[in-house]
């Protein structure tokens, strides 16, 4: 039973350009929650997608975007990315609200 | 806006020691509290996690406990080995927030031979 799956694993961009992240759920799961983690700390929460709908968004600017499928998978997207966008960006899967979340190895993007 | 903090940031102990690592949390309104594991450049392995209405969770050297009214919750490690070296983060879930976490700094352990 495959866990969250994301790719790419590394990614280098440059200033202003864009990045699509993408996340495969756990099977059974259809609940994605995307995280930035900054090195050094804690992961923090992006946005969430349900049943193919941004459900809960964290205090991130809308430079920051999301999609869920049909299949449950997900992707994030970055415009114009900043300096400061370099970080993990983690995918967590779970089943309905509240549920445990289980997460993916997550994508290091490293801005330059 | 919950905040959470985790205590110390970085501990060293000699492998065999017992440790508690602390989480405190400034909302009480909780739906559960998680504790993680996360290996350098990997993502986070959930090891427990605690409802608002217990008091405690154990797994195997792993015992978690839960005090909302003084929004405190800690991990305690029975019998630390070198492989339990990693960095380890709590995370708070608010009640009718779907299960949006909000997680600590996390406290960097090293269990050292």
């Known amino acids: 039973d495959a866990g969250v799956t994301q790719s790419p694993t590394h990614l280098i961009k440059t200033r202003g350009q864009q990045v699509t992240l993408r996340c495969s759920p756990k099977?059974?799961?259809?609940?994605v929650s995307w995280y930035q983690q900054a090195l050094g700390q804690g992961p923090q929460f992006i946005f969430q997608y349900y049943e193919e709908e941004e459900r809960q968004r964290g205090n991130f600017p809308d430079r920051f975007s999301g999609h869920q499928f049909p299949n449950y998978s997900s992707e994030l997207n970055v415009n114009a990315l900043l300096l400061g966008d370099s970080a993990l960006y983690l995918c967590?899967?779970?089943?309905?609200?509240?549920?445990?979340?289980?997460f993916g190895d997550g994508t290091r993007l490293s801005i330059l | 806006k919950q905040e959470v903090t985790q205590i110390p940031a970085a501990l060293s102990v000699p492998e065999g020691e017992n440790l508690v690592l602390n989480c405190s949390f400034t909302?009480?309104?909780?739906?559960?509290l998680q504790w993680f594991r996360q290996d350098p450049g990997k993502g986070l392995t959930s090891l427990l996690l605690i409802q608002s209405s217990q008091r405690e969770q154990t797994s195997g050297r792993l015992n978690a406990s839960l005090d909302k009214s003084s929004g405190r919750s800690t991990l305690y490690i029975a019998a630390s080995q070198p492989g339990d070296s990693a960095t380890y983060l709590c995370a708070a879930s608010r009640d009718n927030a779907g299960n949006m976490l909000t997680f600590g700094g996390g406290t960097r352990l090293m269990v050292k031979p």
């Open positions: 967590a899967s779970s089943w309905g609200r509240n549920q445990p979340q289980h």
């Open positions: 909302d009480s309104a909780i739906y559960n």
């Open positions: 099977s059974g799961h259809d609940t």
